[in-house]
């Protein structure tokens, strides 16, 4: 009876055994294919937007391999750093993806797409015209600082605008002016004389089809810009900048 036991805490023991080391060897396994396909992922994404160098591709906890054998993931994490478009200059580039499709060889397919740009102040003209300005952020608005000459004299002058995205544009409205302390409302001839007239916004990339401007906020790093997108194919010869084609293998 007790060679009985004996034996059956063995089989236990040895079954338990087992599936600690094929769960070990599931989890090893998944690791490596997510590392794997992370590193596609990246690299297709890397040739479709025209990037420098791959963005850091994060594919979620466990398991992946299920969706990677399927062809399709549920929820990508996608950041990349340093990115220049036209004259826009982005620190940093956030985007969670849903749905996306993995066709062997044929461009990648994603479902909804939500991408937030970080432009720095950095990255803003460093002048109007001929006078130096410089960029922070209060209570929502963007704070431009330069001076100006009053009462024969040079003095500091805050104009307080509100960003916006119109028509592919970025747009900046004066809606105060602040000086030594006192607020007053932009008036035409003010920011005029500030400005010496030029037009403060500034052309937004081209955006390719199923993707949307959707707003701009400010805030202490610079500013943050939306975009939205549904049902989006990653183009197979990238931005041009690159020979061959953005497919998988």
């Known amino acids: 009876m007790r060679l009985r036991i004996i034996r059956r805490r063995r089989a236990a023991l040895l079954t338990a055994a087992c599936v600690a080391v094929l769960l070990a060897v599931a989890v090893v396994a998944d690791r490596w294919v997510a590392r794997t396909a ?11 937007a025209g990037l ?24 990508v994490s996608v950041r990349a750093t340093d990115v220049r478009r036209g004259d826009v200059r982005a620190a940093e580039v956030d985007a969670e993806l849903s749905r996306v499709r993995l066709p062997g060889a044929q461009p990648a397919r994603v479902g909804e797409l939500d991408l937030r740009v970080r432009v720095g102040f950095d990255a803003l003209p460093g002048a109007v015209g001929d006078r130096p300005v410089r960029y922070r952020a209060t209570d929502g608005l963007l704070a431009v600082e330069t001076t100006a000459a ?27 002016v602040e000086v030594l302390g006192m607020r007053r409302p932009a008036g035409a001839k003010l920011v005029d ?10 052309p937004l990339p081209a955006l390719p089809a199923g993707l949307n401007w959707q707003g701009v906020d400010v805030t202490d790093d610079g500013l943050r810009l939306r975009l939205t997108g549904r049902d989006l ?14 497919g998988g293998d």
Do not use: Y
Not at 40 to 46: K, P, T
Not at 59 to 71: D, K, N
Not at 162 to 167: F, K, L
């Open 150 to 176: 009053m009462a024969g004299q040079q003095l500091p002058v805050t104009v307080l605008a509100r960003p916006a995205i119109d028509a592919g544009r970025l747009t900046v409205t004066p809606t105060e």
């Open 233 to 246: 194919t990653l183009p197979a010869n990238g931005d041009g900048r690159r020979d061959g084609t953005c």
């Open 193 to 202: 004389r500030l400005t010496g007239g030029r037009d403060l916004s500034r």
């Open 38 to 48: 992370a590193q596609r992922l990246s690299d297709r994404l890397a040739c479709a």
């Open 52 to 75: 420098d160098r791959p963005p850091r591709v994060d594919l979620g906890g466990f398991p992946v391999l299920p969706g990677v054998l399927a062809g399709e993931l549920g929820r």
